[in-house]
């Protein structure tokens, strides 16, 4: 006979983490569906868009940089990075003061791409999300909590 497994929650409606990759999974398959006419992948757009929010605040934006203001690992940035290279989306160059660094700045191609991409997931963004309606305020400060804290 089986071992009896011992679920700390009562059913899976109970459990946070289910429900949270439920969610995601189900926002990144309408998110997919939208990209794809892009020829971008999800990750390949949170890049991007590091990428364009860190430019507008400095000049020199770095792999690291990216790395950090999207909360995702360094070597998986580097490699994403070298397919957008390759697709003409971004330039790659050596930094100016620091060797170990390559700085990253958008093509015209990839802003115009960027620009495209942000107007469609923002708008799946607002569809997605519309059921929460007043709620959504509090919601997004409770992921931004967690994010903080747990990030």
Not at 9 to 23: A, E
Not at 137 to 145: D, E, S, T
Request: charged share 25%.
């Amino acid at each position: 006979m089986p071992q009896q497994i011992e679920f700390r929650f009562n059913n899976p409606d109970d459990s946070p983490g289910y429900l949270l990759w439920q969610l995601t999974t189900c926002w990144q398959r309408k998110l997919k569906r939208e990209l794809d006419k892009l020829d971008i992948t999800h990750t390949q757009f949170v890049l991007l868009a590091s990428l364009a929010w860190l430019s507008k605040k400095k000049e020199a934006v770095t792999q690291v940089d990216i790395a950090t203001e999207s909360k995702t690992d360094r070597m998986m940035v580097s490699k994403v990075l070298r397919t957008l290279q390759s697709k003409g989306l971004i330039h790659r160059q050596e930094h100016a003061t620091d060797t170990r660094a390559k700085t990253v700045s958008l093509t015209t191609q990839g802003a115009l791409i960027i620009q495209q991409a942000l107007i469609v997931v923002e708008q799946v963004d607002v569809d997605f999300f519309a059921i929460l309606e007043d709620q959504l305020p509090g919601f997004n400060r409770n992921m931004l909590k967690l994010i903080q804290q747990k990030g």
